[in-house]
């Protein structure tokens, strides 16, 4: 009984570090009706900002962690004016394209760039384990669950209380009525890209210095889809919801079915979703009929 | 020649005037087409027998890949149904293929047809969803299958062999074995032609044009009185049979199935291909295709000559020089010629049928 309950704090922990990756997906489409298959890549960047400003130039890690939101922010709203802006009301098969075709550049370029080795940052979170009565905890999994849950709960803050969050949520809802009362609609969704991938560069930071670097380190962001797809594509609540079940179960099938089956477990669950209640826990219930 | 003689020649598609309903129903309806694929098809016979192995051999390669990406184009180009799992079907169709030949020593003329009718069994199955979701979620769906269809084959060791795979043995026709890349292009290229063919006619029977009625409008499309899952079923039925065939195509071609073969990045390849080409339009997936496979050699020669003969340094650069190179070309055909090389064949010809005048 101990382990399993050992096994399932591990696995809501690992839940907070997958609601942070989440974030991002949620609140481009939320705010753009766009699934952003670069998100990943997104995060692999901010990721190689992070390793190139502290270990290549040396800085403080409070720099190097303002360097990777910076550089985030301007990528994405970047992304957002050269690409899906032009693409805009084109049907998903081209925007989807878009985002892969750019993942793709992405991952092409750091590869590049910095080759295919594996890259170690510095420890950022203390790796002390932290002890829940006599439940041991890694330390790296807790604290990043501390951070990742502070971020994603900022975000719900920022949307819920502030004049920026409230014009991105009128944006979203309808962005005619947002032209309508004043809303400078092209900048919020490019604001709302930037967004997204500093949160994503973020979620890099943290889970590169929790394992390690490569260029590949964004073909982990699919695997959240399990958690976009449980919560709902455009609910910011669904995220944490989402993160903390499929972390759970993922921990679950690890410890009792093995390993390969804790790859496999979030697109068994995604195809399950998608069959029962295609927009998830908590996601808007789109009207179609056929 | 005549002015307007001449125009009816260069004029392919533009200027035809048909005088007879036999003119108006004829497939190809100009001579410069005819004159054009009667070239190809001599071209293609005589291939083998002037190019060297290494042309050959990409020959077959563009070939299988035609096929595949042709199954893609019917159900994502001219259905409208998005699929980032196109290779699992390959790989469904491979693994069916290899098991039937070797566990159950089946002839390649009967594990051909094996592998696409079960890949096409595998794609209704996948299709299924599709009736309740659509567009994005639809992919989302696909790509989940594509995963779930990798653990299977990874994991079901005693049909699949697991990672290391199965190997194929060669064609035998009897008095011979099709044991070269030059003996089975007579396999692969009258396959890959004659499954051109047939999805070009495709589109001009009532199941094809019920597939462009959905992609243009689904709704629309049910109150014309097309029975939406039954449709959108079999145009995935279709499209993974044509996927499977590949698949088939493949484990004789290479001579192996494993599932290393059939992941995310080779339904990425398939869509690419999709794009460049021509969403909805046979002609631009065999030009997507063959500029696809293309692409990566021309990068290798040119890697290369950038990185000198160091064969590992030039491997890992070159990886990640195609990701670059095949994300540049996705975003760019995008943006800039979002109807693929076909729209560029297109304007070519509008161009040539009032030519020397300006269109």
Redesign the interface.
Known sequence: MNLFIEYSLVGLASGGMYALIALGFVLVFKATGV?NFAQGELMMVGAYVYLAVTQLLGAHWAFGLLATVVVGFALGALVERA?LR??AG?????I???T?????????????IF??DQRQLAELLPRKPVFLGDILIPGGVFWTFVVSVSIVSACLAYFRFTRGGVAMRAAASSQANAYAVGINVPMISAATWGLAASTGALAGVLLAALNSLT?HLGDLA?AV?AVL?VGG?DSLAGVIVGGLVIGWLQAMTGAYLGG?WR??MP??V??LV??VR?HGLFGRKEI??? | MSLSKSLHLLGPRFGVLPLSHADAERRIDDPLRRAGLAALAAALVLLPFVANAYIVYMACLVAITVISVVGLNIL?GYT?L?S?GHAAFNGVGAFACGVAATRWGFPFWLAIPFGGLVAAAAGILVGL?SL??????L???T???Q??FL?VV??WESVTGGDRGLQMPSPDLGFTRLDSDFKLYWLIVPVAVAMCFFASNLFRTRIGRAFVAVRER??SA?VLGID?LRTKLTSFALASFYAGIAGALMAYFFRVVNPEQYG?GAS?FQ??AV?VGG?GSVLGSILGSLFMVAVPELLKEAVVFVAGADATKSA??L?????????????GF??LE?FGLAEVVRRVRARLAVWPFRS
């Open positions: 699934f690409v032009p693409l084109q049907p998903t098969l081209a989807v394209m878009a892969v075709g750019l993942g793709l550049i992405l991952k092409g370029t750091a590869g590049l080759g295919p260029p699919l889809l797809i594509l390969s790859e496999v697109y068994i995604v195809l998608l069959l295609p179609e009929r056929i | 994502t409208g998005l980032i969803p309740r979701i659509k567009g994005l979620y992919a989302i769906a790509l989940a299958a995963f779930i653990f990874q994991h689904d709704y049910e939406l995310f990425i869509l690419t794009i969403l890992v650069f990886a990640s020089a195609r990701e670059l190179v095949f994300g540049v070309l996705i975003v995008l943006l979002p």
